[in-house]
């Protein structure tokens, strides 16, 4: 049986013609993009259009891309290019850990920080953010969809509470890029992270948006890349494939991509929840493509690897550094407990996830949790 | 296909030993799953009360995993690191830090066979589909169709001997458990690891405790307990003698194990060693070496392996320590879980917390934990 693939907020596969429009430039097209020659300035164009179509996804200006090695650097630079000793910084506690650890290292250099809590559901309230203001507030940073969950923020109005506050506000939209429209002025943000392998560009890509007139302190001292503020060559070809993916992405949109998704999600959802405990966040607004399952009593990381063995790739938790799980963060945040978080996992669906995978994926799951139940109901200490 | 009757899962940690078995059981065609248990951060009290900020650990080190990692791709089995460290922490780590609190001296290594080896990891294989489990313990196990029971032997290599670490394993764990080192020595296995073209075949053996880099375990205990926030208890008192002479103060009762000489900080004109720990009146007695010797002990916490129970006496050769030779003693129900020993000849240094692990010949009985 081919393998089914459901565990799309870790990564998605190249879309095919994302990497046709790459392969000029790992082959033939490898000139430098800050070159004079005809080599270089080909290279400059490709990126150039590239940013064109990363602009057009997120409805801001080419100029406000930043491109990057993808969402942990776009965050950090966001994070770290807007913070000085003395400033305070609001986030929430189910960040992803590229804008929770980066906080918290600020945290440990003498800025102040405050890590929101979220309610059951995994929703940061706006009055808690306008609540939490201080005169020393420069930098508010929450996420747009959540990449466990698929919760949504907010953001809109956490952006006017920014705004009428003066304060800068950062989005990471990692896990809503190519799942939702994108608009930056709708959101009302100054900095927006995405990353391409999130969306069917190849890894190590992504861009930051930049709203025009931000300063921003580069992470890098080097080249004058990026109108200063990423140096470093640029990585041409990943940059294309970016460029691709955002236009897939959103010719996706346009052809309600997202609905279809959401109608495979919820019948998975709909025959899965009958041997669960709940869907974590399934209250609230989320995108498309996630659902997030406890099982209780189950062990969550036993079943992902008997799923695995079974030609099923689905997640549970965080990866810890030897390749363990973790329980997640974002789970506890919510007020589930450590075995609760360690008993549920996620399922998240990609473009191209079939009627066929899930109907398939449906019966893998149902009968490895019967097994499953069976063995722990034997073995109960 | 796999076929969960005749899957086997492998605990690799990395070492040489496991890895061995993996190409041992790949070369002779099984169905295998390594899995490797993470099961203690070492970064976790690094830099805490004076221990070492820079960890070379052994166990569940990132380099370990890594290694493992390597064996298995290299053999292409599937692999997967599982996270017990929870688990760990309850059933080892904090019974290990209660009982030196208590005056006892701990052996994490059979908590950690009992809860995690053979328990959790038997456990998570049954649930990823696989039926048995093979280690890379020096030891051997048959079914003896006789007496209807699974038998746990010494192996071949008595140097290597591992059995007193696993006189825990019930019939069912040893049903579904493969040490396919029991045949061999450890030069050989080191052989073998040459021949199956495995690049750690040199790497050398772990001998410490594998949560305890570095070996010091006041340390460990102090720093875990300042990282719970819990105060260590007020363990301090008195050195004496079996008669009750005040010979000193000590720091707390954790710092000593019955038996030990150095680190007593007592001048005397004939060496002294701990003869016993009170927990309650925080007294340590401190004597010259033969009151150590002991003619008897009792064992709690029973498990029998050969026999299904203890029928009036029985005689048997006893190890009450890992490096022991077994001496010869008679075995006597004295509860319902509680046997006493009682040796032909005088033991030395009876250690409470210790294991008492009953042998006849190269079978091991059973055994239990002195108190």
Not at chain 1, 240 to 254: D, F, I, P, S, T
Not at chain 2, 34 to 42: A, D, E, I, K, V
Not at chain 2, 197 to 215: M, R
Request: hydrophobic residues 40%; negative net charge.
């Amino acid at each position: 049986m081919p393998r089914i693939y459901l565990d799309a907020n870790a990564t998605t596969p190249l879309l095919p013609e994302v990497l046709e429009a790459m392969r000029p430039f790992l082959l033939e097209h490898f000139g430098n993009a800050s070159s004079i020659h005809q080599e270089g300035q080909h290279a400059r164009s490709a990126v150039e259009r590239a940013r064109a179509s990363v602009a057009r996804l997120l409805s801001c200006r080419p100029s406000e891309i930043v491109f990057t090695s993808g969402g942990t650097e776009g965050d950090n630079l966001a994070i770290f290019g807007s913070v000085r000793p003395g400033d305070h910084v609001i986030t929430t506690s189910v960040e992803h850990h590229a804008v929770l650890h980066a906080v918290e290292r600020l945290g440990d250099r003498g800025v102040d920080v405050d890590f929101l809590p979220v309610n059951r559901q995994g929703v940061v309230a706006p009055e808690d953010v306008r609540q939490a203001l201080r005169p020393n507030t420069t930098l508010i940073s929450v996420m747009m969809a959540n990449n466990e969950t698929g919760v949504l923020q907010p953001v809109k109005e956490i952006g006017q509470i920014a705004a009428e506050a003066g304060v800068r506000f950062h989005v990471d939209a990692v896990q809503a890029a190519g799942k939702l429209p994108l608009d930056v002025d709708t959101i009302g943000c100054h900095l927006l992270t995405i990353s391409g392998h999130k969306m069917h560009a190849p890894q190590g890509t992504g861009a930051l948006y930049v709203r025009r007139g931000t300063r921003l302190e580069p992470l890098f001292a080097g080249g004058a890349h990026e109108r200063q503020r990423r140096a470093g060559t640029e990585n041409v070809a990943g940059i294309v494939g970016l460029g691709k993916a955002a236009e897939c992405a959103l010719e996706g949109l346009g052809n309600a991509l997202p609905e279809q998704m959401r109608v495979l999600r919820d019948r998975l959802e709909a025959a899965l929840v009958q041997h669960a405990a709940g869907v974590n966040g399934g209250h609230a607004a989320r995108v498309a493509n996630t659902t997030n399952l406890c099982f209780e009593g189950l062990d969550g990381e036993a079943l992902v690897i008997a799923l695995d063995r079974k030609g099923l790739a689905v997640s549970s938790g965080a990866a810890c550094s030897s390749g363990a799980s973790e329980p997640s963060h974002v789970l506890e945040a919510m007020g589930l407990s450590t075995e609760q978080a360690r008993s549920s996992l996620r399922f998240s669906l990609h473009r191209q996830t079939t009627e066929e995978e899930i109907a398939q994926a449906i019966e893998l799951v149902s009968s490895q949790l019967e097994r499953l139940r069976e063995l722990s109901a034997v073995t109960v200490r | 296909m796999t076929n969960q009757e005749n899957t086997i899962a492998v605990a690799m940690s990395g070492g040489v030993d496991s890895s061995t078995v993996a190409a041992m059981l790949k070369a002779e065609g099984h169905d295998l799953v390594g899995l490797t248990m993470q099961l203690w951060n070492q970064r976790r009290l690094a830099g805490k009360d004076g221990m070492p900020e820079q960890v070379q650990g052994r166990c569940c080190s990132i380099d370990d995993v890594y290694d493992a990692r390597r064996v298995a791709e290299v053999l292409s089995i599937p692999y997967y690191v599982v996270n017990h460290q929870e688990r760990f922490e309850r059933d080892v780590i904090r019974p290990f830090v209660d009982e030196y609190l208590a005056g006892r001296t701990p052996i994490p290594c059979s908590l950690c066979n009992n809860h995690l080896k053979f328990d959790q990891l038997l456990m998570t294989a049954r649930q990823i589909g696989a039926e048995r489990i093979a280690t890379g313990h020096y030891a051997r196990n048959e079914y003896d169709p006789k007496r209807g029971r699974w038998i746990l032997k010494r192996p071949a290599d008595a140097s290597k001997d591992q059995t007193y670490f696993l006189f825990g394993l019930t019939q069912e764990q040893l049903a579904h458990t493969l040490f396919p080192l029991g045949g061999f020595t450890k030069p050989e296995v080191r052989e073998l690891a040459r021949d199956y073209g495995l690049a750690l075949a040199n790497k050398p053996d772990s001998q410490e405790i594998c949560f305890i880099p570095g070996g010091d375990y006041k340390r460990f205990i102090d720093a875990y307990l300042e990282e719970q926030g819990e105060a260590p208890p007020e363990t301090a008192g008195e050195l004496v003698t079996a008669g009750g002479e005040f010979r000193g103060k000590h720091d707390g009762v954790h710092n000593f194990t019955v038996g030990q000489r150095k680190g007593l900080g007592l001048a005397s004109a004939s060496a002294l060693y701990v003869i016993s720990i009170d927990r309650d009146t925080k007294q340590v007695t401190v004597g010259a070496e033969q009151e150590l010797l002991r003619d008897s002990l009792r064992a709690q916490g029973l498990n029998w392996i050969s026999i299904a129970g203890l029928i009036g006496e029985m005689r048997a050769q006893v190890k009450i320590r890992h490096r022991h030779e077994p001496a010869w003693a008679t075995l006597r129900q004295t509860g319902v879980d509680e046997v006493e020993v009682q040796f032909d000849a005088p033991a030395r240094a009876v250690t409470p917390g210790q294991a008492a692990v009953f042998y006849s010949a190269d079978e091991v009985i059973g055994g239990g934990w002195i108190v």
